[in-house]
C-alpha cells in the first residue's frame, strides 16, 4: 500500500512540475527554480523534485536542453480524453484534440475508470520506434454514467448486479439492506455508490426493479432505463399538466395576432396507430386561382412555459422516443394526446406556416403566426392513400391537388441537389403479450411524402424567414438543423464499394454526388443489396445536429433549415415557436450562448432515443427468431469485421453474425480494405453485399444477440 502511495504521490507532482513548465511558455529551470514556483522549500521535497525531474528526462517526459536545467520535451503529456473499453478489459483513450492520437491503457492502470469516462491520462514516452503511446488514468474527470441495468444475484450472505452492459466488465456487489426488494435473477436498475481503493468490485444499490427477465414490460423498460430515460413523470409536472384546460376558450382564440382558421377545409395524416397529432393541413382554392395552403402545428409553447415543470422536464427529455411496441412522450398524455394533439370535431391552437402557391407551387405570399383551427377529418396514411388513387371519398378534391403540389416541390427539391435515402423500416406483428409473431416493412407512398412535402417547406420557410432578418452581429439567434457535406474518404470507400455491384459514384461536387446517390437509390429499389448499400451510403454522411449557426442542410439542399413541425415530440420546435413567437413581436435577439447548449443537449438526447429505438428492434428480432432456432434463410452479408461477419436476412431483415471460428472449412481472415473476409488456403472470399444461407444458431436475448451458422455447400 505505502508504495501505491508512493507512486500516485509521484504522478501528482508529475502532474504540477510539468504544469509549471507550461504556464512558463516552457523556459529551462533547474529544480529548485520549480520548487520555488510550487512554494516548497523544504530540503527533501526539493530532492525529491530533482529526484522526478532526473527519472522523467530517462523516461523522454523531460530534456536537459543545458547543464543542471530543465524542459518538457515536445509533447502533450497530461491528455484528457474518453475512454473507449475494448473486450479484454484494457482501453483506448480517445482525446479531446482530435489531432491526438489515442492511447492505450493497460487493464491494471486503469483507476477504475469504466467506458465513456472522461479522463485524465499521463501519456508514457514511446518506448521503441512504431510503438503505439501507453498511458496511465490519474484522475476520472466526469463519470459517463453510474447506473447499469442488470440481473440480480442474490444470496443469503451478499448480492451482485451482473450488468448488461457488455462495456461494463465489472459486476456490482449490493449489500442486503440496499436490494429495495429485487428477487434473485430479476432484472434491475442499480446505482453504483462507491468504489473503495483498491477494491476490484464497486458498490452499488439497487434504485429500480424492472421485472422479470425475459418479460416484453421488463426489457423494454430496462432499454429506456440503460438509455437514461424516464419511466415516469414526476408528479409535480403531472399536476402541472392536468391543471390546463382541454378545451380552447373565447380568450385564446380571440388572442391578438391569431388568425382563426377554423372555417378553413382542414385535416390530419397520421398513421392509423398514432395518438398525438401535431400537425395538420388547412387548402382553400383563391379566387385568383392560387392556392392558400396552411401547416399548422400544435401550440405548445402557448401551454408549456419557460421555467415551469413541464418545460424543464421536456427539456431533460429533449424528444419522445418510439419503442417497438410504445411511445415514452416528451409531454404528459394529457398534452401529448391531448390538449395540443390536433384532434378532428375540436377547436385547437396552432402556429402555423401559411403559403399561397401557385399552380406550379411557386410561392407567392407567405404568413407565419399563431392560429386556431378546426380538423375536419382525421386520415390515418392508408385512408389518404386510398383517396389518392382512388380519386374518389372524403376531401378528394384537396387531397389531389395537395398531392399534385407536393409532386411539383420534391422534384424541385431533388433537382436542387437534394440526396433521397429511402431505406427500409421493418415493423413487428406483436400479440397481445408484445411477442413478435411477424416482421413486415413499411412502405411509404405518396400520402406519406405528401405530408413530408409540407412539412420541409415549413421547416424551410421558417428557417429562411429568421436566417434574412439580420446578418454579422446584427444576426439573430435561432435554432437550425444543419447537416454538413460528406467526409469525402467515407464517401470514396462507400463509391469504390458501390462500384463493385455496378454503381457509379461521382464525386466531384456537391451536386454530381447528389445527383449519382439519387440515381443509386432508384437503381438499387427492390434489389437484395437495397437496405445494405442504402444504410452504407447513409453512414458515409455527416449527422444532422441543431445548432444555432446558420448553416446548410446537405442532405435536403437547403440553405436553411429549422425543425418547426413537432413540438409535441421535439423539444427543439418548442424553441423554434418560442423565438419565432419573440420576433415576430419584434422582440430583441435572445441569448445564443443558452439556445446553443440547448441545441447540442437536444442533438445528444435525439443520437440517445435513436440508440434506444435501435436496441427495442434488435430486442425484438432476436425474440422472434429465437422461436426459429434450426430455421434456414437466406440473407446479405451486410457488415464484416475481424471477428465475424453480420448478415441481415432477406424476408425479415433481422440481423445475426456468423463468427469466423464457426466456419470449419478454411482459416478466415478480415480483409478490411476490401469488405470482404478471404479463406487463407482455398481464397474463398465472403464479400459485404454478397448472398448466404444462414441458421440460426443460438439467441441471446439478454444481450440482443443472434448468432447464425453459416450453411455451405
Not at 527554480?33 to 523522454?60: P, Y
Not at 402555423?352 to 407551387?361: G, R, Y
Not at 470449419?664 to 488456403?681: L, M
Request: net charge neutral; proline share 3%.
Amino acid at each position: 500500500m505505502a508504495k501505491n502511495k508512493n507512486s500516485q504521490f509521484k504522478l501528482v507532482l508529475i502532474q504540477l512540475i510539468s504544469d509549471i513548465f507550461e504556464k512558463n511558455k516552457n523556459v529551462a529551470l533547474n529544480h529548485k527554480q520549480v520548487a520555488a514556483k510550487l512554494n516548497l522549500s523544504d530540503k527533501a521535497a526539493v530532492d525529491t523534485i530533482l529526484e522526478v525531474l532526473v527519472e522523467q528526462t530517462e523516461n523522454g517526459l523531460f530534456i536537459r536542453p543545458e547543464r543542471g536545467k530543465f524542459k518538457l520535451k515536445d509533447q502533450k503529456v497530461f491528455i484528457t480524453g474518453k475512454v473507449d473499453m475494448t473486450a479484454d478489459g484494457s482501453a483506448f483513450i480517445v482525446p479531446d484534440d482530435e489531432f491526438e492520437k489515442d492511447i492505450f491503457v493497460a487493464p491494471r492502470k486503469l483507476r477504475n475508470a469504466l467506458h465513456g469516462d472522461i479522463v485524465k491520462v499521463h501519456v508514457f514516452g514511446k518506448k521503441t520506434s512504431g510503438r503505439r503511446n501507453e498511458g496511465e488514468i490519474v484522475e476520472i474527470i466526469t463519470r459517463a454514467k453510474t447506473d447499469f441495468i442488470g440481473v440480480a444475484k442474490v444470496s443469503e450472505r451478499f448480492a451482485f448486479i451482473i450488468p448488461d452492459d457488455r462495456k461494463m466488465l465489472h459486476d456490482i456487489f449490493v449489500p442486503l439492506s440496499d436490494l429495495n426488494g429485487a428477487k434473485n435473477g430479476q432484472k434491475v436498475q442499480v446505482s453504483i455508490t462507491d468504489w473503495p481503493e483498491g477494491a476490484k468490485n464497486p458498490i452499488g444499490k439497487i434504485i429500480n426493479v424492472l421485472g422479470t427477465q425475459g418479460e416484453n414490460d421488463t426489457e423494454m423498460n430496462a432499454i429506456l432505463a440503460q438509455y437514461g430515460f424516464p419511466l415516469s413523470f414526476p408528479p409535480e409536472v403531472e399536476k402541472e399538466a392536468n391543471a390546463i384546460p382541454e378545451t380552447v376558450s373565447e380568450a385564446e382564440i380571440n388572442e391578438k395576432g391569431r388568425k382563426d382558421f377554423r372555417d378553413t377545409v382542414t385535416f390530419t395524416i397520421d398513421p392509423a396507430d398514432a395518438k398525438d397529432f401535431d400537425d395538420a393541413i388547412s387548402f382553400k382554392k383563391l379566387p385568383n386561382g392560387n392556392y392558400e395552403v396552411g401547416v399548422h402545428i400544435a401550440d405548445v409553447s402557448h401551454y408549456v412555459k419557460p421555467n415551469s415543470a413541464l418545460d424543464k422536464e421536456a427539456y431533460e427529455r429533449a424528444t419522445s422516443v418510439y419503442l417497438v411496441d410504445r411511445v415514452i412522450p416528451m409531454l404528459p398524455e394529457r398534452l401529448s394526446n391531448g390538449v395540443c394533439s390536433l384532434r378532428p370535431n375540436e377547436d385547437k391552437l396552432c402556429f402555423a406556416a401559411v403559403f399561397e402557391l401557385d399552380e406550379k407551387a411557386n410561392i407567392i405570399t407567405e404568413w407565419f403566426g399563431r392560429t386556431t383551427i378546426h380538423s375536419d377529418r382525421r386520415f390515418s396514411y392508408e385512408e389518404a392513400q386510398e383517396v389518392i388513387e382512388t380519386k374518389t371519398g372524403d376531401y378528394a378534391e384537396e387531397l389531389l391537388k395537395l398531392n399534385e403540389l407536393a409532386y411539383v416541390l420534391r422534384d424541385r427539391k431533388f433537382k436542387n441537389g437534394a440526396i433521397s435515402f429511402e431505406s427500409t423500416e421493418v415493423k413487428f406483428k406483436l400479440d397481445d403479450r408484445g411477442k413478435p409473431i411477424g416482421v413486415y416493412v413499411k412502405e411509404r407512398k405518396d400520402a406519406h411524402k405528401l405530408i413530408e412535402d409540407f412539412m420541409l417547406l415549413a421547416n424551410k420557410k421558417v428557417a429562411e424567414f429568421i436566417a434574412k432578418k439580420g446578418n454579422g452581429k446584427n444576426k439573430y439567434t435561432f435554432v437550425y438543423r444543419s447537416h454538413d457535406s460528406p467526409n469525402l474518404e467515407n464517401l470514396n470507400n462507400f463509391a469504390a464499394f458501390a462500384s463493385r455491384f455496378g454503381y457509379k459514384i461521382n464525386t466531384k461536387t456537391d451536386k454530381d454526388i447528389a445527383k449519382s446517390l439519387n440515381f443509386l437509390m432508384e437503381d438499387v429499389e427492390g434489389k437484395k443489396e437495397q437496405n445494405m448499400l442504402t444504410q452504407l451510403a447513409i453512414r458515409s454522411m455527416a449527422k444532422a445536429i441543431y445548432t444555432t449557426k446558420k448553416t446548410s442542410h446537405y442532405g435536403l439542399a437547403f440553405d436553411h433549415y429549422t425543425h418547426f413541425t413537432s413540438p409535441i415530440r421535439r423539444y427543439p420546435d418548442v424553441m423554434v415557436h418560442r423565438l419565432l413567437a419573440l420576433y415576430l413581436e419584434g422582440g430583441r435577439s435572445a441569448n445564443a450562448e443558452e439556445y446553443e447548449t440547448a441545441s447540442s443537449h437536444s442533438s445528444a438526447m435525439e443520437k440517445r432515443a435513436s440508440d434506444a429505438e435501435r436496441a427495442s428492434i434488435k430486442y425484438k428480432q432476436a425474440e422472434y427468431l429465437e422461436d426459429n432456432i434450426g430455421s434456414i434463410y437466406t440473407g446479405i452479408i451486410s457488415g464484416v469485421t475481424e471477428w465475424g461477419m453480420y448478415v441481415e436476412i432477406s424476408e425479415n431483415k433481422c440481423e445475426g453474425m456468423i463468427r469466423l471460428r464457426d466456419i470449419t472449412d478454411d482459416f478466415y481472415v478480415w480483409d478490411e480494405k476490401n469488405y470482404c473476409i478471404v479463406g487463407q488456403r482455398k481464397h474463398k472470399k465472403y464479400q459485404l453485399g454478397d448472398e448466404v444461407q444462414v441458421k440460426v444458431k443460438k439467441v441471446d436475448l439478454s444481450k440482443r444477440q443472434i448468432d447464425f451458422s453459416l450453411v455451405q455447400d
